[in-house]
């Protein structure tokens, strides 16, 4: 069998280095733009925390830390020094392998703190044939086996206090070491090694290169970014756990490391056409959350669910693209869980956020809308806006066509009547024949802002009026940079370059408005926004936000909303050219 290709490079104060089902990565990030001098073990079970500290050491007497630099491919990790090399690979999704040669390995408690509520105890269990780390934090042991080499020193300490804790690994007569390190709830048998350190990096390779071609079987020179965007996804996605219900692509192993509900609908897309159970598995997570009133979380991870927001209702919109983009068409079963999700989902729209007589819904915040603090929510907080009328009505639509497929006629003919009506009211309240305004729920008061987020309803596409479309596209083509979509125009006296949604780029709203123009019949345009963002993201990666101006990313480096909408725009873009 030919070997796997390394994939590609990446630096890992960018990317997490990690694997597909793992919740824990290497990486020097260990807290929001926490950045820490080695690389740790970061997990992020109960929340992100750095649990050990690995340490590359040289080979004297001393065991100083060894001056190294580091590389990563998907499938191996290594740390590079003058006299020698340390090399990581993932065997499974709770066990790495290292090896040595020329340099030692330090594996220490990453807090040196241990008090009977926090830190990490440590101690050698002989049934266990290891040593082990217990993560008050994480609620997780961390076992350290050695499979060759030289135990060159054990700091045991088990008393409470501040200490270093924790084994150094030198190499033994042959000049090398290997150990283990593998996650553990409570206990297991010792461990035992399932291949050599050369077939557990192939392995590595080889799972990375089979998701690769799924996801991006259509790539080329054309779209450098590809087989980054797809690490990205591959190495962010975690197994079921806690409550995290089924396989799930975090938004990051950074510090973000929750799915929000409507984050996880660019991913779906993404991942449909090669990954369709996993993508499916996207759309529907949240879902498996939803509470009594129909709202579901604004996010979910491991151990917490969130319900003090919500997220757009923007999932109508999604799913028409999901069933378009997947392999195979849905079964009815399939259709009828997701077309009674998606009604209690518009319900709550339509009862609990429309004022008594009112036609259209708001927003209680700005973090409902997704754009946390975009300008059009300065005015007030709870507001009508143009963005969530449009979303709204999307969802109207698919739910008919939904019904229509499930002989739900009835209901077919009322959901269509809903759509019209929600889109008939937006037109004649909010639109002013020129621009899209805002209206405060407890004012009555409407405003505009310099801000893309009244932009939005262009999502509508072809059911806008010709003349409100092309109005909005005159408005975009006002927020584009050489870089891409600012949310606020650069102009604004509110523009901020790293003001989050007051300025930056950001992959949702670039997809959403793409599709709205390319459906609306502004091609060029379209083609336009899609080619300067798959640009940014093979210029600057693939960060939560990049500055409008300068094109830099910005806050979390490996986003995975990010790398989904960068693989979403070039598969069509590379489809559209016959590729």
């Given at each position: 069998m030919t070997a796997a290709p390394p994939g590609p490079a990446f630096s890992v104060h960018d990317i997490p280095f990690s694997t597909y089902g793992s919740w824990f990565d290497l990486s020097p990030v260990v807290a929001e733009k926490t950045y820490a001098e080695d690389l740790h073990l970061v997990s992020h079970q109960n929340g992100m925390h750095g649990v050990l500290r690995l340490v590359p050491l040289d080979t004297t007497a001393e065991h100083d830390r060894a001056e190294t630099s580091v590389e990563a491919t998907p499938g191996l990790l290594s740390w590079i020094g003058e006299s020698g090399r340390v090399d990581l690979a993932y065997e499974s999704p709770d066990t790495v392998r290292l090896r040595g040669s020329g340099l030692g390995i330090g594996v220490l408690a990453a807090a040196r703190a241990l008090t009977p509520f926090s830190g990490t105890y440590f101690f050698h269990d002989p049934a266990a044939a290891g040593h082990v780390f217990t993560s008050y934090e994480t609620g997780r042991r961390y076992r350290v086996t050695v499979l060759s080499g030289i135990l060159a020193e054990v700091t045991e300490v088990q008393t409470l206090g501040s200490a270093d804790r924790g084994v150094a690994v030198t190499a033994d007569a042959g000049g090398t070491w290997e150990i283990a390190i593998d996650e553990l709830d409570t206990a297991r048998p010792p461990y035992?090694?399932?291949?050599?350190?050369?077939?557990?990096?192939?392995?590595?390779?080889?799972?990375?290169?089979?998701?690769?071609?799924?996801?991006?079987?259509?790539?080329?020179?054309?779209?450098?970014?590809?087989e980054l965007a797809a690490y990205v996804l591959w190495s962010a996605t975690v197994r079921?756990?806690?409550l995290v219900t089924r396989p799930a692509v975090l938004?990051?192993?950074?510090?973000?490391?929750?799915?929000?509900?409507?984050?996880?609908?660019f991913n779906a897309l993404a991942l449909a056409p090669g990954c369709p159970e996993l993508a499916l598995d996207q759309f529907a997570l949240p879902f498996d959350h939803q509470e009594a009133a129909g709202a579901l979380p604004d996010s979910v991870t491991h151990s917490e669910v969130?319900?003090?927001?919500?997220?757009?209702?923007?999932?109508?919109?999604?799913?028409?693209?999901?069933?378009?983009?997947?392999?195979?068409?849905?079964?009815?079963?399939?259709?009828?869980?997701?077309?009674?999700?998606?009604e209690r989902w518009t319900a709550f729209w339509l009862t609990a956020r429309r004022a008594p007589g009112a036609e259209l819904p708001y927003y209680q915040h700005g973090n409902d809308s997704g754009w946390d603090n975009a300008t059009t929510f300065d005015p007030e907080r709870v507001v009508v806006t143009?963005?969530?009328?449009?979303?709204?009505?999307?969802?109207?639509?698919?739910?008919?066509?939904?019904?229509?497929?499930?002989?739900?006629?009835?209901a077919a003919r009322r959901w269509t009547a809903a759509a019209e009506e929600t889109q008939a009211a937006l037109l004649d309240q909010l639109w002013t024949g020129e621009r899209f305004v805002a209206?405060?729920?407890?004012?009555?008061?409407?405003?505009?802002?310099a801000g893309l987020l009244d932009l939005m309803p262009i999502a509508l596409?072809?059911?806008l009026p010709r003349e409100v479309s092309s109005a909005l596209a005159d408005r975009i083509k006002a927020h584009l940079t050489p870089y891409g979509l600012a949310t606020e125009l650069p102009t604004s006296p509110h523009y901020l370059a790293d003001g989050y949604w007051r300025g930056p780029i950001w992959a949702?709203?670039?997809?959403?408005?793409?599709?709205?123009?390319?459906?609306?019949?502004?091609?060029?345009?379209?083609?336009?926004?899609?080619?300067?963002?798959?640009?940014?993201?093979?210029?600057?990666?693939?960060?939560?936000?990049?500055?409008?101006?300068?094109?830099?990313?910005?806050?979390?480096?490996?986003?995975?909303?990010?790398?989904?909408?960068?693989?979403?725009?070039?598969?069509?873009?590379?489809?559209?050219?016959?590729?």
């Amino acid at each position: 069998m030919t070997a796997a290709p390394p994939g590609p490079a990446f630096s890992v104060h960018d990317i997490p280095f990690s694997t597909y089902g793992s919740w824990f990565d290497l990486s020097p990030v260990v807290a929001e733009k926490t950045y820490a001098e080695d690389l740790h073990l970061v997990s992020h079970q109960n929340g992100m925390h750095g649990v050990l500290r690995l340490v590359p050491l040289d080979t004297t007497a001393e065991h100083d830390r060894a001056e190294t630099s580091v590389e990563a491919t998907p499938g191996l990790l290594s740390w590079i020094g003058e006299s020698g090399r340390v090399d990581l690979a993932y065997e499974s999704p709770d066990t790495v392998r290292l090896r040595g040669s020329g340099l030692g390995i330090g594996v220490l408690a990453a807090a040196r703190a241990l008090t009977p509520f926090s830190g990490t105890y440590f101690f050698h269990d002989p049934a266990a044939a290891g040593h082990v780390f217990t993560s008050y934090e994480t609620g997780r042991r961390y076992r350290v086996t050695v499979l060759s080499g030289i135990l060159a020193e054990v700091t045991e300490v088990q008393t409470l206090g501040s200490a270093d804790r924790g084994v150094a690994v030198t190499a033994d007569a042959g000049g090398t070491w290997e150990i283990a390190i593998d996650e553990l709830d409570t206990a297991r048998p010792p461990y035992v090694s399932s291949g050599t350190f050369d077939d557990v990096v192939e392995s590595a390779r080889r799972a990375f290169a089979d998701f690769a071609d799924a996801v991006a079987p259509w790539r080329s020179p054309a779209t450098p970014a590809a087989e980054l965007a797809a690490y990205v996804l591959w190495s962010a996605t975690v197994r079921p756990a806690g409550l995290v219900t089924r396989p799930a692509v975090l938004m990051s192993k950074h510090w973000m490391d929750k799915v929000w509900s409507w984050d996880h609908c660019f991913n779906a897309l993404a991942l449909a056409p090669g990954c369709p159970e996993l993508a499916l598995d996207q759309f529907a997570l949240p879902f498996d959350h939803q509470e009594a009133a129909g709202a579901l979380p604004d996010s979910v991870t491991h151990s917490e669910v969130l319900y003090n927001f919500v997220k757009p209702p923007i999932h109508g919109w999604a799913f028409g693209h999901l069933r378009r983009l997947l392999p195979a068409p849905l079964r009815q079963d399939q259709l009828g869980e997701v077309y009674a999700r998606l009604e209690r989902w518009t319900a709550f729209w339509l009862t609990a956020r429309r004022a008594p007589g009112a036609e259209l819904p708001y927003y209680q915040h700005g973090n409902d809308s997704g754009w946390d603090n975009a300008t059009t929510f300065d005015p007030e907080r709870v507001v009508v806006t143009a963005d969530l009328a449009a979303f709204l009505v999307l969802q109207l639509r698919e739910l008919a066509e939904l019904a229509e497929e499930l002989g739900k006629e009835d209901a077919a003919r009322r959901w269509t009547a809903a759509a019209e009506e929600t889109q008939a009211a937006l037109l004649d309240q909010l639109w002013t024949g020129e621009r899209f305004v805002a209206r405060g729920v407890a004012s009555g008061d409407t405003w505009s802002s310099a801000g893309l987020l009244d932009l939005m309803p262009i999502a509508l596409g072809e059911h806008l009026p010709r003349e409100v479309s092309s109005a909005l596209a005159d408005r975009i083509k006002a927020h584009l940079t050489p870089y891409g979509l600012a949310t606020e125009l650069p102009t604004s006296p509110h523009y901020l370059a790293d003001g989050y949604w007051r300025g930056p780029i950001w992959a949702p709203a670039t997809v959403l408005v793409e599709d709205g123009l390319r459906r609306a019949g502004h091609q060029r345009l379209a083609d336009d926004i899609s080619a300067r963002f798959r640009v940014l993201c093979e210029t600057h990666g693939f960060a939560e936000n990049f500055d409008a101006v300068t094109g830099t990313g910005l806050r979390d480096r490996a986003y995975t909303w990010t790398a989904g909408s960068y693989l979403l725009l070039a598969a069509a873009h590379a489809h559209r050219d016959g590729h």
